[in-house]
């Protein structure tokens, strides 16, 4: 299907800005649910080590009821317990899971708004929408935005990283037509594939 851009100015300065917000939508929620699987391995990690550690450390002190004259038993079972104190204090305070809940739940706000996006660079194609409808649908997206961003946990440059590569794309949000032409279906792109 043949690409429409469209030409008249204030149309295609509109459509050039609303790419640019799509394609910062693609990162953002790319980049929150690399933080969201992170952030779930890294509590699968925990547990595992506490539930480990506490299989040997009652292994020891089994060892130590039925094997009173070993003198493995109560030294390793006194390190795996001060190993097992030490994850435990570790993982206190922290919750991965929590943590990956509240990443799934940013990336899953802001696809929808991804989405509106779309929506909204299919109708700046269509002549019949004014741009004064047009720019309030835009003004309305950025304001909800603004918002989930607020209210969002923060992202770290790894998982940014991994999003780039989930994209195929290794610039630092800024956009080629090709690069957000990779995210948009047939009729939205500004280059056809033979160009």
Same mark, same amino acid.
């Given at each position: +299907?043949?690409?429409?851009?469209?030409?008249?100015?204030?149309?295609?300065?509109?459509? /050039?800005?609303?790419?640019?917000?799509?394609?910062?939508?693609?990162?953002?929620?790319?980049?929150?649910?690399? +933080?969201?699987?992170?952030?779930?391995?890294?509590?699968?990690? +925990?547990?595992?080590?506490?539930?480990? =550690? @506490?299989? %040997?450390? #009652?292994?020891?002190?089994?060892?130590?009821?039925?094997?009173?004259?070993?003198?493995?038993?109560?030294?390793?079972?006194? =390190?795996?317990?001060?190993?097992?104190?030490?994850?435990?204090?570790?993982?206190?305070? &922290?919750?991965?899971?929590?943590?990956?809940?509240?990443?799934?739940? #940013?990336?899953?706000?802001?696809?929808?708004?991804?989405?509106?996006?779309?929506?909204?660079?299919?109708?700046?194609?269509?002549?019949?929408? @004014? +741009?004064?409808?047009?720019?309030?649908?835009?003004?309305? %997206?950025?304001?909800? =935005?603004?918002?989930?961003?607020?209210? #969002?946990?923060?992202? !770290?440059? $790894?998982?940014?990283?991994?999003?780039?590569?989930? &994209? $195929?794309?290794?610039?630092? &949000?800024?956009? @080629? !037509?090709?690069?957000? !032409?990779?995210? =948009?279906?047939?009729?939205? $792109?500004?280059?056809? /594939? #033979?160009?």
């Amino acid at each position: +299907m043949e690409p429409s851009i469209p030409t008249e100015g204030e149309r295609h300065a509109l459509d /050039s800005q609303v790419r640019e917000c799509f394609g910062r939508c693609a990162y953002t929620h790319k980049t929150h649910e690399k +933080m969201a699987d992170r952030g779930s391995r890294r509590q699968r990690i +925990m547990k595992w080590c506490q539930i480990v =550690l @506490s299989a %040997l450390t #009652a292994g020891g002190a089994t060892g130590v009821v039925f094997d009173r004259s070993s003198l493995i038993f109560p030294y390793a079972t006194a =390190l795996l317990s001060i190993s097992l104190l030490i994850v435990n204090s570790y993982v206190k305070d &922290l919750d991965p899971g929590k943590d990956a809940q509240l990443h799934r739940e #940013a990336a899953s706000d802001i696809w929808n708004i991804r989405e509106a996006y779309l929506s909204l660079l299919t109708d700046i194609r269509d002549p019949t929408c @004014s +741009m004064t409808q047009l720019r309030q649908r835009r003004d309305d %997206l950025q304001e909800a =935005l603004h918002k989930i961003y607020r209210s #969002a946990p923060h992202t !770290d440059g $790894k998982a940014y990283g991994q999003a780039q590569d989930a &994209l $195929k794309n290794k610039e630092d &949000l800024t956009f @080629s !037509d090709d690069e957000i !032409d990779a995210f =948009l279906p047939g009729p939205l $792109k500004r280059k056809t /594939s #033979a160009s």
